[in-house]
C-alpha cells in the first residue's frame, strides 16, 4: 500500500507559478513510477507528467512542456510539480499518482492516488 498526499495548490494569477508536492508513505516509493494528472469541472481526468523510477525519464503532455518540470526525491519519497506561465485553463485538481507499470501516461495504470490539490489560475 502506498499513500499520497499532495500540497502547494492555490490561486495563482495567470502567468503565475506554483509548486506542487507529493508525500508518499512506505519504503517502496522507488519502486513506482509517478505521474501527475488534472481533472477539471466537467471534464475527464488528464495527464500531465510522468518521472520513471530513478527519475532519469520524463514524459510531459505537449501542452505543458517547457512550463512544468516533474522531479523526485527517492529519499524523502516525494514527487514535485514546478509549474510555470500557468494558464487559466489549467485551473483544475491535480492529483499525485503511482504506478507500477513502466513509464505510463494512461490512468488506469495507476494504482494508487491521492486526494487531489487545487490549482486556481485567475486571468
Do not use: H
Amino acid at each position: 500500500q502506498v499513500q499520497l498526499v499532495e500540497s502547494g495548490g492555490g490561486l495563482v494569477q495567470a502567468g503565475g507559478s506554483l509548486r506542487l508536492s507529493c508525500a508518499a508513505s512506505g519504503r517502496t516509493f522507488s519502486r513506482y513510477t509517478m505521474g501527475w494528472f488534472r481533472q477539471a469541472p466537467g471534464k475527464e481526468r488528464e495527464f500531465v507528467t510522468a518521472i520513471s523510477r530513478s527519475g532519469i525519464r520524463k514524459y510531459y503532455t505537449n501542452f505543458v512542456k517547457g512550463r512544468f518540470t516533474i522531479s523526485r526525491d527517492n529519499a524523502k519519497n516525494t514527487v514535485y510539480l514546478q509549474m510555470n506561465s500557468l494558464k487559466p485553463e489549467e485551473t483544475a485538481v491535480y492529483y499525485c499518482a503511482a504506478s507500477s507499470n513502466d513509464d505510463s501516461n494512461y490512468a488506469p495504470d495507476y494504482n494508487y492516488w491521492g486526494q487531489g490539490t487545487q490549482v486556481t489560475v485567475s486571468s
